[in-house]
């Protein structure tokens, strides 16, 4: 059980203690430094976010492949770290990035890249800022 | 298994077809429609992003209580939703909000109070945009 002291630390403290899930992994978003854009959600390990910090380039886990990840190794796309900052219950990181080209898989600069709107009984999508900046096929050949 | 068919609707379509996580849940993001700063990280079931959406305030669902709950319903500090974006795989909602008052529990503007740093071989927390904007002792009595 949490104390009451512990949940003061936690939140009140200057130690970094990342609040992992069970799968070993933090949320982690990152907007862009610049227009303050949200760029991608995505997650982090311990070795992620060590790498992170330590290099000042953004290291991901991804939950699909199962493995470390270097945002921009195959794609070049990289995101330098401007700053780096933790939530309340430490369960979260948000960094603020200088993004080369798009962060997103798909060449949009960002993974948000679909509105949601209401419509009449029905919830739909429109874009919004989803011109790419490359074409998914020459940068990943599929 | 997903087939790449699937993957293209949900990349590309216009149909909004949130992909929930084991619990239900996904990721959302609000941040400030002004500033464009993160004001904290939480999820949404299905109900919740329902509401959110008819209501244009937010609503989440907390884990720790595992209740559906109305942003501000205890503290006054609503969201109103100026726009709400899917990413590329639909499992994360960014909502850019007007935030009455302070978004975090602590009284903190934004959650994401501390900055993360790299020291001599340790990493450290400093408190960065931290003044409070009210006692939780006097909202939550606690």
């Known amino acids: 059980m949490s104390t009451s002291a512990d949940i003061n630390d936690i939140e ?13 992994l933090v949320t982690c978003v990152a907007t862009d430094a610049v227009s303050g854009e949200v760029l991608m959600v995505a997650h982090m ?3 992620a976010l060590r790498k992170t910090i330590a290099s000042g380039e953004a290291w991901y886990f991804s939950r699909s492949r199962k493995a470390l990840w270097r945002k921009g190794e195959t794609s070049g796309q990289v995101q330098r770290v ?3 900052r933790t939530d309340c219950d430490q369960d979260a ?3 603020r990035v200088e993004q080369t ?3 997103c898989h798909t060449g949009r600069r960002s993974c948000f890249y679909r ?3 209401a419509g009449e009984g029905t919830v739909q999508l429109s874009f919004v800022d989803a011109e790419r900046l490359f074409d998914p096929k020459d940068m990943y050949g599929k």
């Open 82 to 84: 401007v700053e780096m």
């Open 45 to 47: 390990n311990d070795e």
């Open 115 to 117: 509105a949601v709107t």
């Open 12 to 24: 009140e403290g200057l130690a970094f203690r990342p609040n992992f899930d069970a799968s070993g």
């Open 101 to 103: 080209g798009a962060a």
């Open 93 to 95: 990181v948000w960094i």
